[in-house]
């Protein structure tokens, strides 16, 4: 959420922010004017609240000294009570607007950051040597099935389109990811590991930009509770409402979770495999930072993500997402972007994002700085890694002729030595 006063004050800048994003800058305008009809009702409310109180002392006075008061001063009190509800009643109705318009408004991207759709996206690293094969290269929803590792037809039985059951290998790789990921980062890189709750309130939702514009994304309970889409909602949400120790920061956490998307948005795309599915499972990376210090920890952020797909020997590239294709709450988005032989293409397997205060002004979360005063934290966040699409990711970059799929060699340990699957 912007900070009003920003916007009163430069409402140019955000029209500017908000077309990059392909929202509506005529919002800025009906704020603006919102806001300048609250701040007169405001003014007039006070100057009629003081003419009534003076007004009430001359009744009182007059009382106190036996004199009669006038109905003229009776009707003139009465009068500026009536005037004063009007006026609240006005500002009962503009307050509520300026919320709502806040609430949808999007954050605004950073200045160097492309503009435009996902054509416009900057790519600023590639890395690894793509995989060459003899012949076409299987889609990792082939290999799976073939190895008796994935079953999509089974789980369309139980659950529905776009779940999976993973079946031996396959359920000892998903596993063996989500370990090794959360040990690289918690041994290595310095995140504390974070167990957190898969169901929020609606006020969580909110906090990190989920509600109230993207609540046909998230599936609901029958009591008001949310399904996470993310571990970016419960985790973020930990400090909601607390002031930190600017001397605790940065803070960064990591966690492990099933995820919840309906993919509203999403009809008839990546309908086959593990890439977009409704459950799937996830490690997210978590920030809180000091304001003059996050874009430096994006980097980190961005770093900590690009080791766990150096570590797997996978190939990919990092690209700032244009304008148009960046999310709702965030300034600026690196995608780190796989590579998929079968589909001779990058896809995306994970976004760092800085959010700057957007998500800390509606979680209320906030820090004292070294100067004393009392700031807004700068979150950030990142995927590293999704694990259903690097477990896919493995599959199509390590098969085989002979049908087998090559185990990364970092994995091994967490599989009881095994460096084949589908061996035997």
Known sequence: ??????????PERFRRGVEKKGGDSGEIDRLVDLDARRRGALARVEALRAQRNRASEAIAASRRSGQPVSEMAQTEARGLGEQIGQVEAELAKVEP???QILSVLPNIPNDDVPEGDESHNREVRRWGDLPAFSGPAKAHWEIGVDLGIVDFERAGKVSGPRFAFLKGDGARLERALIDFMLDLHTRQHGYTEIWPPLLVNAASAFGTGQLPKFGQDMFQTTDGYYLIPTAEVPVTNLHSGEILAGSDLPIRYCAYTPCFRSEAGAAGRDTRGLIRNHQFNKVELVKFTAEESSYQELETLRQDAESVLEALALPYRTVVVATREMTFANTRQYDLEVWFPAQNTYREISSCSN???????????????????VRH???LNGSALAVGRTFSAILENYQQPDGTVIVPEVLRSYLGGQDRLGKG
């Open 377 to 379: 934290v700068h979150t």
């Open 1 to 10: 959420m912007h900070d009003l006063k920003e916007i009163r004050q430069d």
């Open 355 to 373: 959010f700057e205060a957007f998500q800390a002004r509606r979680a209320n979360i906030r820090y004292r700085s070294t100067a004393g005063d």
């Open 97 to 99: 607007e300026i919320q």
